[in-house]
């Protein structure tokens, strides 16, 4: 007996009436795949492909070295971090786009730890987290005689009291997609007095955010995700404008000095948030990064969070009836997770492989996880629906235990 799904008709009609549907004009997808990894590395914007020509062609080919001024090529990360701070509820100032969210999180992580000497003796995270917030965080711990206390979700909020020196969480998990309540974790660290970083890698661009709003002070994230800034992105930095006179950066480049061309011997900070910026901007990558920004700042992300619980419902329902070998572990309420629904399998590496065979590209986590990615700027229904059909297919006809799909691979 089998039960009622719903038809790929129906998805059809879903796609019809979406306000969203045009967005995937904007974006180049290779014909006959479903993309199911932008919360990994976003998409392509077309307009990326006319920027990059622009920088390459004009702005390094014929402007050279006039570029840094002509172009404002020296002012891109702060103009980037202004827009960034758009779409994730700082103000203009509060933000700046460099570096990797590893390096970000040790210049933040370092400079709140040396502006409050003496507080506390542990570093709060989740066990379980990003694997390099956690090994940032143990090498920062180890350099401040602080001891890293990685605990479950469930205790965290126990966990902060007077020996906390510093917490670090991601707001969306990148494996689970279970989502913290940032003003509540926000408001009990303000409680005990304790800074809180937040890593909204999963985050920005995916789910509602606002800083202001949730009093949330400090923050890193991802530009090649949800933003579609290209592999290998720049990522940006966040510090609320009036904490920002305490801190300095760990690491005293020269861009992030008062006044990098006086080329004087003594380290003076920048007074805004450039003080974060370490050396010269990569410029390349940082355009790229602007593409998917500005297409980000121009949906609707009202809309956009709409879709992506849409998307999401409507994946679990499939997935329930056609694939129920495959379990899902992303928590079914909204308000508690971000924009990807992770299943848990034993044999997840192979499935997954063999469904990027099939044209459904989504990915593998370590030990068991599938992870499908729901990015409603340039998918659909009818996505959705063929990715499950797909998958379904595969493990009907048990093809991903031939041994093509069981070797492993460097990047997964
Ligand atoms: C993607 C991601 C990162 C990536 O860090 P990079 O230094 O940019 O490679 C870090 N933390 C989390 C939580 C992530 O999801």
């Not at 542990?122 to 206390?149: C, K, M, R, W, Y």
């Not at 995916?206 to 720049?234: Q, T």
Request: hydrophobic share 45%; with cysteine; charged share 20%.
């Amino acid at each position: 007996m089998s039960m009622d799904y719903p038809s790929l008709a129906e998805a059809e009609a879903r796609d019809a009436a979406d306000p969203l549907r045009s967005w995937r004009e904007y974006f180049t997808l290779p014909d006959g795949v479903v993309y199911l990894d932008g919360n990994s590395l976003g998409a392509l914007p077309s307009a990326t492909r006319d920027l990059m020509r622009d920088a390459t062609e004009h702005q390094w080919g014929e402007g050279l070295i006039r570029s840094w001024n002509d172009a404002d090529w020296i002012g891109a990360p702060r103009r980037i971090g202004d827009k960034i701070a758009g779409l994730i509820g700082a103000a203009p100032g509060e933000v700046i786009a460099c570096d990797s969210v590893t390096v970000n999180l040790y210049k933040l992580m370092g400079a709140i730890l040396a502006a409050r000497p003496g507080h506390g003796k542990t570093i709060l995270t989740e066990s379980g987290n990003f694997p390099t917030d956690l090994h940032v965080a143990a090498g920062i711990a180890a350099q401040h005689n602080l001891v890293l206390d990685a605990a479950p979700r469930e205790a965290i909020v126990e966990r902060i009291g007077p020996d906390t020196a510093l917490i670090v969480l991601t707001h969306v998990h990148y494996k689970s997609g279970e989502r913290f309540d940032m003003a509540a974790i926000q408001a009990l660290a303000d409680a005990h007095s304790v800074p809180l970083i937040w890593d909204l890698s999963h985050s920005v661009g995916a789910v509602p955010l606002d800083m202001a709003a949730d009093a949330a002070r400090f923050a890193v994230g991802c530009g090649y995700k949800y933003l579609n800034g290209g592999p290998g992105a720049p990522a940006f930095l966040y510090v609320a404008g009036e904490a920002l006179e305490f801190l300095g950066s760990p690491i005293q480049g020269w861009m992030g000095h008062a006044a990098p061309f006086a080329m004087t011997d003594a380290y003076a900070p920048a007074p805004g948030i450039e003080r974060f910026l370490a050396g010269t901007p990569p410029m390349l990558s940082l355009l790229a990064l602007e593409g998917g920004v500005d297409l980000m700042l121009a949906a609707d992300r009202d809309a956009l969070w709409t879709k992506s619980q849409a998307l999401f419902d409507f994946l679990i329902q499939l997935m329930a009836v056609r694939c129920p070998e495959l379990t899902p572990i992303t928590p079914a309420r909204a308000d508690l997770r971000g924009s990807h629904a992770s299943f848990v399998h034993p044999s997840a590496w192979p499935i997954n492989r063999a469904l990027i065979d099939a044209g459904v590209i989504g990915d593998f986590r370590a030990p068991d996880v599938l992870r499908l990615g729901l990015t409603p700027l340039y998918l659909g229904f009818v996505d959705v629906w063929m990715a499950v059909d797909r998958l379904a297919a595969i493990l009907a006809d048990g093809r991903w235990q031939r041994p093509e799909y069981t070797a492993p691979a460097r990047v997964t």
